[in-house]
């Protein structure tokens, strides 16, 4: 069965250091999305991204975040400066060509330690 | 706002005893409602998407139900295997982007 998979599983780094989290979302899919799941809280939107252009984005992503998909398979997410409460799981995910209502795939996370 | 509450926040089962989670959602158009299987440390697993009010789908021990205003997951005789935090949630379709907004889960536990 096609999966959406995300490297690193897990990074530890420092304060203010620049992280790049990657993604395969699963081929054919068109719809790229990024969410974050802080420990104990509820899975969060962070943007979504469609025929190279960001579609829409939270709050939260602010002018620290960025998406870009690099080559016809990757999809990442760079936080710039990193801070404390960018700790989290993040989770990247896609769906196939109907967009609304059609199943929207997660992988299994990259969990972000910021110390 | 949209928003999706689910209760209860945590249901604790014998094995084969049969019980129901709710997912109650405000969403301005509801494009799709979608029930997702999380386990510790793991991404949300896709289990339904209902689409409007009156329908069902079924998947092994799982029923999801939908209406104007809310959403069932019924467990049928559930096994342990079947421990997992639920997950609850919508697409408006104002949303361009196709953005979910999630509910809080409901951590259920299935003892033997």
């Known amino acids: 069965e096609p999966e959406v998979t995300q490297t690193p599983s897990h990074q530890v780094t420092q304060m203010g250091q620049e992280v790049i989290l990657r993604c395969v979302p699963i081929s054919n899919h068109l719809y790229f999305y990024w969410y974050r799941q802080i420990l104990g809280q509820k899975v969060e939107f962070l943007v979504s991204f469609y025929n190279n252009e960001i579609s829409e984005k939270s709050e939260i992503f602010d002018d620290q975040f960025s998406v870009e998909r690099p080559d016809g398979s990757n999809f990442t997410l760079k936080i710039r400066s990193t801070k404390l409460e960018d700790s989290a799981m993040y989770f990247c995910?896609?769906?196939?060509?109907?967009?609304?209502?059609?199943?929207?795939?997660f992988g299994e996370g990259s969990w972000l330690t910021v110390v | 706002e949209d928003q999706v509450t689910q209760s209860p926040e945590a249901l604790r089962l014998q094995e084969g005893e049969s019980s129901s989670l709710n997912c109650s959602y405000t969403?301005?158009?509801?494009?799709?409602l979608f029930w997702y299987r999380q386990d510790p440390g793991k991404g949300p697993e896709f289990l339904f998407t209902l689409y409007s009010a009156g329908e069902e789908k079924e998947k092994e021990r799982l029923k999801a139900t939908l209406t104007k205003k809310e959403s069932f997951l019924h467990i049928t005789a559930p096994k342990p295997e079947d421990s997992a935090t639920y997950l609850c949630a919508v697409q408006g379709d104002y949303n361009q982007g196709g953005k979910l907004i999630f509910g809080q889960g409901t951590e259920l536990s299935v003892k033997p």
């Open positions: 995910a896609s769906s196939g060509s109907k967009g609304f209502g059609n199943t929207i795939y």
């Open positions: 969403v301005s158009g509801l494009r799709g």
